[in-house]
């Protein structure tokens, strides 16, 4: 089995993972060609892992534009909403332990959210509720159908409030304690199990996980799921040392171009938080990332360390949103990760259903999730395979390239374990 090593030395064996490797190196000229040359992007670090072998690995372009600094294989990157499926899986270790269940109202643990109502009329301090046809529950949680929104979305009075009181913006200040606290003073955007709508419901889950363990979030998630897979360079900052690894962010501008957003050397990822984002406050690397994958797709199990069983996986996997409907059908959200028909959502990630719904290369029961700098991966248990993309940009919405990057990688197949 190849193991990730110094980009200069790292042995790749696609023809042993059923690609071919002249179809893989279209994925390179694409991206240099379309993105990178053009200066759509600073540059792209892409893995694609099948049957235990790394078929493809390749950096190109830089990590930091103007000192012209090279993406490497251990180049860390600010994953953003990539940091929900860890904080779920940490979740659902509470689940199996009997600690919760994922039909317990929310309100056993976060008490003064028992009243909270459903937006009506009104603005900040003047909102108008009526009762939610029923209470939060855990699942509603975990498929982001709390009810519950983003500062960052901009369609409701409920949204203008986040941002008035900076919930939910890629904040690293205050305390996830502080954000339920706000929280319980702001009404619910929808009854909850009524619609879909991309939230602060992960950076919730992690609040949930200190109080019904008893563990400090940030600990629990270094103990019980980075160190026990041996993801070593990923945390809620980047640490002494590993500077010089750390890649700078940048945002799209509308000629189609890029300003540079968080310079590497001067970034407040330098120093820890005091805000513990489960939502999406982590930075790591390709080598952490695809330990993390490898383990879901091992169902639980890394290297003999098990971090979930496979039901749990399993249960994780499968749409789990009312009455199986998929997202365009049931979300409000202004943003989303992924927002393709045939996809649903299940307690973690976006998951497929097929491709002849979504349009997209790729297997039913594929699942999948993205950051907001354009960070991407998905894993198809059918065919063994786990992609990961790695840039900075923001926002991932800009362009199409996690659909682009399916294409290329699934037209690489020589052959297929359907």
Known sequence: ?????????????????????????RIDRFLQSRYIDTGKIPGALTLIYRR??????????????????????????RIYSMTKPLTSVAFMQLVEQGLVALD???????????????????????????RPERPMLIIDLMRHTSGLTYG?????????AYRKLGIGQL???????EMVQKLAGVPLDFSPGTAWNYSVSTDVLGYLVGVISGVPFQEYLQTRIIEPLGMADTDFHVREGQGARFASCYAATPAGGMVLMDDAEASPYHKPPTMFSGGGGLVSTMADYLRFCRMLLNGGTLDGVQILSPKTIAL?????????????ALSRSLFSEEAYNGIGFGLGFAVTDGPEQTLLAGSGGDYTWGGAASTYFWIDPKEELICIFMTQLLPSTTYPIRRELRTLVYSAFTDTMM
């Open 1 to 25: 089995m190849t193991t990730m090593k110094d980009a200069s030395t790292l042995t790749t064996n696609p023809e042993a993972a059923g690609l071919s490797p002249a179809r893989l190196e």
């Open 52 to 77: 235990g072998d790394v078929a493809h690995f390749s950096p190109l372009g830089f990590a930091d534009v103007g000192r012209e600094t090279p993406v490497r294989e251990d180049t860390i990157f």
């Open 104 to 130: 317990d109202p929310v309100h056993r643990y976060i008490p003064e959210w028992e009243n909270l109502g459903v937006y009506v009329g009104g603005f900040m301090e003047t909102f108008k509720t009526k």
């Open 152 to 160: 960052i979305q901009t369609t409701t009075n409920v949204d203008a």
């Open 171 to 177: 904040e690293r200040h205050g305390t996830l304690e």
């Open 316 to 328: 994780m996997t499968v749409n789990h949103l009312p009455g199986g409907k998929d997202l365009p």
